[in-house]
């Protein structure tokens, strides 16, 4: 079966040079750090032989703009020490961070803080919020500490407190809001600084699962609305399917799979992410292109018509009622079809193909 | 599997060890009773060592040298002049007759005004009335001068401790490797027994203010220092971290970040600096430092329990106020946030400006007119005060003194007694040989080697026997202090209601200045080696009491309720559960119940505990006992560090094998 690729799903322009691009990249805690780089022993030899613990290994990927990338793993799997490596709030062993080209490692002190105040911003899993301040001036925190005068920051940190809808909030404090509100306290803090890149560790996972939907939604709003490049941190699949145009999965440090949702759901790279997708209702994650056969002679070839990157859930009514094959085309040009027989399978028989 | 086998044979060790600690105190007793009074290095009250002789001769030299070496021309005698000046000033404001005028600036009037303004804009009314009751009642029990002497020094001595300490504790707040370094000085500073540096002290800085203000400041620091520093770190590394990705320099994060949120924090430091330094200028009595100290050391001297009480009281008036009021300021800060953008900041400058104003016109008042400078004599109360303290003490030691003389023997035939027989009448090789065995049975080879050391250097000094007398009431009141401390610290820990009952009560002995103890368990006992017990069990049993109510309900809920469930009852929730789990917290409590006590013994020798005590505070009187008074402070720290040391490496010992012994299974 043929594996889509991402620009055939998503409309990202893939020869625009990747916004941010990650090479090789490495951390290992622990003593003699950098002799670790490049050792091929797993985790358990490592910490006995070396007392070393590589939280990542040889991680690269590239994230397009306007992309929003997650990162899964479970705990320990070296996804949150990833993603502070992308700032060097944790520093990289080995490897090269690229944003727009420019070597994040390679940035003395002031370049990084510069880095740090207007390009990238980062979005908590417990917040960091400070606690003295009303919702207004954390908001305005960053225009603060790179010298925006205080009339344009808080005219700045009014129009994000509207835009992640918290009016009427702006002199509360932090501890008088809900997980959901102060978390939104920390995304229009990030997005005051006006950002390339967003990047977010675990945000909603301090979060009840009503909320987590809500400030789901509220992300995929706000991506619609401000269209920023976003890597976003998740142990939760659901989540990364539904919030991710890719999949970064990690296991031990080490990168294991990326690919669109369907991608990772269709064709796990190896057991580990097959166990992990395994509960995953296929028909809301793989689209016809997954499921579509060559038309067999004989077939008759007039039924109704659906493109290829509808998801199956959706496609549902069609084909159940249709009395003849789906024609499953792009542009005019026909690619396969589709029954009820294709349909039922992937919805009732499930897991193993 | 050598890990394990290693666990296995020292679990196996474990009871053979038990049975030779008991095998060296069998050994200890046989010897006693063969060698008992031989060799038990006995030295009469006015008897000197050479060495006591040397050290005097080096003492008198250093005193002759004051004008002529470099040391004292260039650098300590600026320091003294400084802080004698800076004391002498604040006296001049409110306490002494100063620029050509027979008053103070201040007079009582404006004090008080000035005072209570004080705590009205910081803290709140309620405080503010307390201060104003407070500051009246030192003029109503007729000690309006000296409380005010107290309180110059008081407030001098925690000035120039947070100018160094609040910086020192933000350093330490982000330097880890100044903090690792900071850390065992402020530990010296804290653990060394307060009466043991005064008279070294005024060696260098002479008898008088100078040194009072350095004596405070060395016990007045730490506080500010470690409160600071814990404050600054304990800031959430998940707002550092917000405050680093935003682009934060460190100096932002310093402003921004740590030091607001660590305000409050901050402020408690002020406060346990401020009680510190309080409770420190009080005793700085003994080295001439005016004030409510002077009166009643010169009453207790005298046995004058009324004097005492009357001064006492003063001083416990001068420490629930200051308490009061910067604990109400640290609440304020809380709730200055809270009110936020609610309240304008033109009302809060009218409101300061009100106060301010009336305070003002006060201070005024009292700089004009006598009537308002000199506290009305009509209005002195003291002497009722002082009379009907004699009256109740009289009848106290009449009518009580059946009850009092039974615990009183008791504790002294049943437990001082026979300790300090066997301790002071042994041969001193046998006691060494016996403690240093039973360190490294207990503790370490490094425990045994401290103490072998240790008490060699006892011996040297000269000041053997009455080491031991002192180390047998020592141990005596710190067994009584690990009593109290499970006893209260388990009831405290299990029950609420408990502890809403007793922390406050704890919470005053510990703001309460040393002094203030002595004057009714004197009043109760008479002058006796038994009242200095008491004095440090009541000075030592709060930190041991709260330290065990900690450990106790730091026991995980899961853990009780697991036992609970399991039908454990509530004896045997105590003893199988909660007390083993907070192992640590009680051996915290019985080290440092120990040095608590320990400091408490120059303190005994005032009111007749005699032995180390009295050879310090004699020290303090004598000219000629000096150099043995420096000794014996020098043998009270040894012993402490002896004692804390067998402790330390027990505890240690003791954590393992429950370590090794988890594992086996």
Known sequence: MTVPSVAERSGLDIDAPPVLSVRGLWKVFGPKAESVVGSSLTRKELKEQTGCVAAVRDVSFEVRRGEVFVVMGLSGSGKSTLVRCLTRLIEPTAGEVLLDGEDVRKADHRRLRELRRHRMAMVFQHFGLLPHRCVLDNVAFGLEIRGVAKQDRYARAREVVALVGLNGFENSYPDQLSGGMQQRVGLARALAADPEVLLFDEPFSALDPLIRREMQNEVIRLHHEVGKTMVFITHDLAEALKLGDRILIMRDGELVQVGTPDQVVGAPADDYVRDFVSDVPRSHVLTLRWIMRPPQSGEPLDGPELGPDVVIRDAVHAVLSADRPVRVTDGGSLLGVVTSAEMLEVIAGGQDR | ?665
């Open chain 2, 1 to 665: 599997m050598t890990a394990a086998s290693a666990t296995t044979s020292f679990a196996a060790r474990l009871p053979a060890r038990r049975y030779l600690v008991a095998l060296v105190i069998a050994f200890w007793a046989a010897g006693w009773v063969l060698l008992r009074g031989r060799d038990t290095l006995a030295l009469g009250g006015a008897e000197l060592t050479p060495l006591h002789s040397w050290l005097n001769a080096a003492m008198d030299a250093i005193d002759d040298s004051r004008n002529s070496n470099p040391i004292f021309l260039y650098f300590i005698n600026y320091i003294r002049l400084f802080l004698d000046e800076a004391v002498t000033f604040v006296q001049a404001l409110i306490s002494q007759p100063a620029m050509d005028r027979p008053l103070p600036v201040l007079g009582w009037l404006g004090v008080v005004g000035l005072a209570t303004a004080i705590a009205l804009l910081y803290g709140n009314v309620r405080v503010a009335l307390l201060t104003a009751a407070g500051f009246l009642s030192f003029g109503v029990l007729g000690l309006w001068q000296e409380s005010m002497d107290t309180l110059a020094l008081t407030l001098t001595a925690v000035a120039l401790s947070l100018a160094v300490g609040v910086p020192l504790g933000v350093w330490a707040g982000l330097s880890d490797r100044f903090h690792r370094l900071v850390t065992p000085v402020l530990d010296f500073m804290q653990t060394m027994p307060t009466f043991v540096y005064l008279a070294p002290l005024t060696l260098f800085f002479l008898i008088g203010p100078a040194s009072a203000t350095v004596a405070t400041m060395i016990y007045a620091i730490p506080p500010a220092i470690r409160i600071t520093a814990h404050g600054i770190r304990q800031v959430s590394p998940d707002t550092l971290e917000a405050g680093a990705s935003l682009g934060a320099t460190s100096a932002q994060a310093l402003r921004h970040v740590r030091l607001p949120m660590a305000r409050q924090t901050i402020i408690v430091g002020v406060n346990q600096t401020i009680m510190a330094a309080l409770s420190m200028a009080t005793i700085a009595a003994l080295i001439d430092a005016p004030g409510l100290g002077q009166t009643v050391l010169k009453a207790l001297q005298t046995l004058d329990v009324g004097t005492a009480f009357n001064a006492g009281l003063a001083i416990v008036i001068m420490a629930v106020v200051l308490d009061r009021v910067t604990s109400a300021a640290s609440r304020r800060v809380e709730a200055a946030r809270r009110a936020g953008r609610l309240r304008t900041v033109r009302g809060r400058r009218l409101e300061v400006a009100g106060v301010l104003g009336v305070a003002a016109v006060l201070g005024y008042l009292s700089y004009t007119y006598v009537w308002a400078a000199e506290f009305p004599i009509e209005a002195n109360l003291g002497s009722y005060v002082r009379r009907a303290a004699d009256a109740v003490s009289l009848w106290a030691q009449d009518n009580l003194v059946a009850y009092t003389d039974i615990v009183k023997n008791l504790l002294t035939n049943g437990l001082l007694n026979p300790f300090q027989t066997v301790l002071a009448g042994s041969p001193w090789w046998l006691v060494t040989a016996v403690a240093v065995a039973v360190a490294l049975l207990v503790g370490s080879a490094r425990a045994a080697l401290v103490t072998a050391v240790g008490l060699l250097l006892v011996v040297v000094l000269g000041l053997w026997q009455d080491s031991m007398v002192t180390l047998a009431s020592t141990l005596v009141a710190t067994v009584l202090v690990m009593l109290l401390g499970m006893v209260a610290g388990v009831w405290m820990g299990r029950s609420d209601r408990a502890d809403m009952v007793l922390r406050p009560v704890l919470d005053a002995g510990q703001t309460m200045p040393a002094f203030v103890y002595l004057v009714p368990i004197l009043g109760l006992f008479g002058p006796t080696r038994f009242t200095a017990i008491i004095a440090a069990v009541v000075f030592a049993a709060p930190v041991a009491i709260k330290l065990v109510a900690e450990g106790i309900r730091g026991v995980s809920a899961t853990t009780v309720e697991a036992a609970t469930s399991a039908g454990a009852s509530t004896w045997q929730l105590i003893s199988k559960v909660q007390l083993p789990m907070a192992r640590s917290a009680v051996t915290l409590a019985a080290s440092q119940g120990l040095i608590y006590v320990l400091s408490m013994v120059v303190v005994g020798g005032l009111v007749g505990a005699g032995a180390l005590g009295y050879d310090v505070v004699a020290g303090f009187s004598q000219h000629q006992l000096r150099g043995k008074g420096l000794a014996a402070g020098i043998a009270i720290v040894v012993l402490g560090i002896v004692l804390d040391r067998v402790m330390r490496a027990a505890t240690q010992r003791a954590d393992q094998a429950a370590h090794g012994g988890s594992h086996q299974h």
